[in-house]
């Protein structure tokens, strides 16, 4: 059965929940095989099986709920920039030793399940499953552009994910007032916010 | 090239997705710049990291009802168990056909879906019943003389069901049945309501029985529907679907 495994893979981490993946799996073959004279042989029939998976992600599975850590996240998006910029250069000189390294085993799948639909899409292509921006753009049915802007996007909100996790644990520490002066930061900083967001009910 | 574009092309960089004269532009500036370097070195762990995910593998149950799928085409019998009801376990398989007759590229089609979003809506929300403490049948009468249409409900047949309740609603125009039970603990909402033009094709349409299904889902909830002469029977639920699919097809 090929590609069972990978399609299972990427629909556990679409759906976020082992039942919802399997009947999505499933959908996906009823389909496929329902379909398959719409397949052209010589074609890449990997892709076309994750046009299909992702077609009825879409149209069947997404959920409508709020990702309430990302929105609060994305108020205070230039923040998170800032302290991940600073983090990435402390974790490339040594990375066994960052808070990163461990979150990569512990945190990382929490953080790509808060993810919004159409960036943890493009995220779990690429990353998990290795297509290339062709590939994607012809899954998705999405220009080129818009897969770029967001894959870059996505991984850039599944980092700050990380350190939203490092931030709350006390293990990196929120930018302050003046760290930097860039004048859109000024205003507020992460620690503010963190009471806020704390303070509303 | 500056920060804000290095950056911007990092990733294409990391998925060796620039032209030549980019990667030289961006090696440049990664070679001068330590924070872009970082920037990098963090997505392309991360990246490494997440390709692990990629070898998670499908249970084994799911393969062999995949092997199924697949082991019956061109025309796809689907076997799988409806109920674990020991009194049924003789009939404990049941024979789906997959209908073949009209492939579609897309799915499912904008009515059906709406169709489907209706029913969902109707079984989401928790509207007050106008008919309580009282059974099914006389549910069933009791919308008499409130909707024009005679209504039958699902019947004593399903196994670990009880009625909840009753009330008028509506679904796409049309006025509809609106009966609660509960099946297996889980809340089940039956509509009933009149055919009329609506398209009941399109869709994943399944013949079992005899009996033409057509099954949706939408905000997590999965629906089933069938047509019966000039009305369609809806059951709504976060039960699997081949649950609902059976309590349409054993409905008296
Ligand atoms: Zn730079």
Same mark, same amino acid.
């Given at each position: 059965m090929e590609h069972l495994d990978s399609l299972y893979a990427s629909a556990l981490k679409m759906t976020r929940n082992q039942v919802e993946a399997e009947e999505l799996v499933q959908d996906t073959f009823v389909r496929a095989f329902r379909f398959k004279k719409n397949f052209e042989w010589g074609t890449n029939l990997k892709a076309w099986l994750f046009r299909i998976l992702t077609n009825t992600f879409i149209n069947d599975? +997404? /959920? #409508?709920? /709020?990702?309430q850590r990302y929105i609060e996240r994305a108020a205070v998006e230039p923040l998170y920039d800032q302290v991940l910029n600073q983090q990435a250069v402390k974790y490339a000189s &040594?990375?066994?030793?960052?808070v990163f390294s461990k979150y990569f085993k512990e945190k990382l799948d929490s953080a790509l399940e808060e993810l919004p639909d159409d960036f943890r899409t493009v995220v779990v292509l690429s990353?998990?499953?290795?297509? !290339?921006y062709k590939e994607i753009s012809e899954i998705l049915e999405t220009p080129m552009g818009t897969v770029m802007s967001r894959l870059h996007r996505g991984r850039k909100l599944l980092q700050h994910g990380l350190v939203d996790y490092a931030v709350e644990a006390g293990v990196i520490a929120p930018p302050s007032v003046?760290? #930097? !002066?860039?004048e859109q930061q000024s205003t507020t900083d992460l620690s503010e916010f963190r009471r806020k967001r704390e303070a509303t009910p | 090239m500056n920060c804000i574009s290095s950056k911007k092309f990092v990733d294409a960089y990391l998925d060796g997705e620039l032209e030549a004269g980019m990667m030289l532009e961006i090696e440049t500036h990664l070679e001068s710049c330590e924070e872009c370097a970082g920037v990098l070195c963090l997505k392309r762990d991360m990246k490494t990291e997440l390709a692990k995910r990629g070898n998670a593998a499908a249970p084994e149950h799911l393969r062999r009802q995949i092997e199924m799928i697949s082991s019956g085409s061109p025309r796809v019998w689907w076997q799988r168990p409806v109920v674990a009801a020991p009194v049924a376990a003789a009939a404990a398989f049941m024979l789906l056909m997959w209908s073949h007759s009209t492939p579609q590229t897309?799915?499912?089609?904008d009515e059906v879906a709406l169709l489907v979003q209706d029913v969902v809506d109707r079984h989401v929300r928790e509207l007050p019943m106008?008919? *309580? &403490? @009282? &059974?099914q049948n006389t549910a069933a009468s009791w919308f008499q003389g409130k909707i024009d249409f005679p209504v039958r409900p699902l019947?004593?047949?399903? +196994?670990n069901a009880t009625f909840q309740g009753a009330r008028v609603s509506n679904v796409r125009e049309n006025q509809a049945a609106q009966m609660v039970y509960r099946v297996d603990g889980k809340k089940v909402t039956f509509m009933v309501f009149p055919a &009329? *033009?609506? @398209?009941? *094709?399109?869709?994943d349409l399944l013949t079992v029985r005899g009996k033409q299904i057509l099954t949706g889902r939408r905000n997590g909830y999965n629906v089933a529907l069938a047509k019966d002469g000039d009305m369609i029977y809806a059951v709504s639920s976060d039960l699997p679907i081949k649950r609902l699919v059976s309590l349409l097809v054993n409905r008296k």
């Open positions: 599975y +997404r /959920h #409508k709920k /709020h990702e &040594n990375p066994e030793n960052h990353d998990v499953e290795g297509f !290339s003046g760290d #930097k !002066s860039d | 897309t799915l499912p089609k106008e008919i *309580q &403490n @009282a &059974n019947g004593t047949g399903i +196994r &009329n *033009q609506l @398209a009941i *094709q399109g869709g």
